[in-house]
């Protein structure tokens, strides 16, 4: 059974930084991409951005909202993607899903884990 | 990037068919074949419904079904079942290896 399980969320101070973890099993973590996808309290999904395997480079992608400021990397000896988020603003306040990437190339998101709650306040 | 512009709530009575629109530009969604569709259940995590605008991954009910016409893509669920409360979003390839989610759509059963 695939499962994502998400951690590291919490409450952070604007301008900080807070590392997100994503622990994968039940699959081959590393033959598939890893997104990131995030929800603020009551609005819609928002695309952050994804790596890609190490097949295909191990390259990362992402929104315009976070470039610059969010990275994404992975530990394939661990199953382990994570998501680094340095100068963190209020409007980064959101659920932060992991979710694999389906394997075909049209990057849609095949499972997600529940979700870890980033708060960002004074 | 904008959100695709989604329906903000759509409803029917239990067996009938509704659709949900998802419309773009022909930089997203007229310009590939790389919609997907998610449900999400209030409090949970979204679930994949739809991908490559009208496959339905393993498990998925085939009362579910995609299209796309031009810069829009439909979600249509036929036979509306209690089940089926929820919000839904599409998403699209937008170019540059980048993605869009749509505003969303809840569904309503009466």
């Known amino acids: 059974e695939v499962q994502l399980v998400e951690s590291g969320g919490g409450l952070v101070q604007p301008g900080r930084s807070l590392r997100l973890s994503c622990t994968a099993s039940g699959f081959t973590f590393g033959d598939y991409a890893m997104s990131w996808v995030r929800q603020a309290p009551g609005k819609g999904l928002e695309w952050v951005g994804f790596i890609r395997s190490k097949a295909y480079g191990g390259t990362t992608e992402y929104a315009a909202s976070v470039k610059g400021r969010f990275t994404i990397s992975r530990d394939d000896s661990k199953s382990i993607a994570y998501l680094q988020m340095n100068s963190l603003k209020t409007e980064d306040t959101a659920v932060y899903y992991c979710t694999r990437v389906l394997g075909n190339g049209s990057g849609s998101l095949d499972y997600w884990g529940q979700g870890t709650l980033v708060t960002v306040s004074s | 990037q904008s959100a695709l512009t989604q329906p903000a709530s759509v409803s029917g009575s239990p067996g009938q068919s509704i659709t949900i629109s998802c419309t773009g530009t022909s930089s997203d969604v007229g310009g590939y074949n790389y919609v997907s569709w998610y449900q999400q259940h209030p409090g949970k995590a979204p679930k994949l419904m739809i991908y490559?605008?009208?496959k339905r991954p393993s498990g998925v009910s085939n009362r579910f079904s995609g299209s796309k016409s031009g810069n829009t893509a439909s979600l249509t669920i036929s036979g509306l079942q209690a089940e089926d409360e929820a919000d839904y979003y599409c998403?699209?390839?937008?170019?540059?290896?980048?993605?869009?989610f749509g505003t969303g759509t809840k569904v309503t059963v009466l």
């Open positions: 490559d605008v009208s």
């Open positions: 998403c699209s390839y937008a170019g540059s290896s980048t993605y869009v």
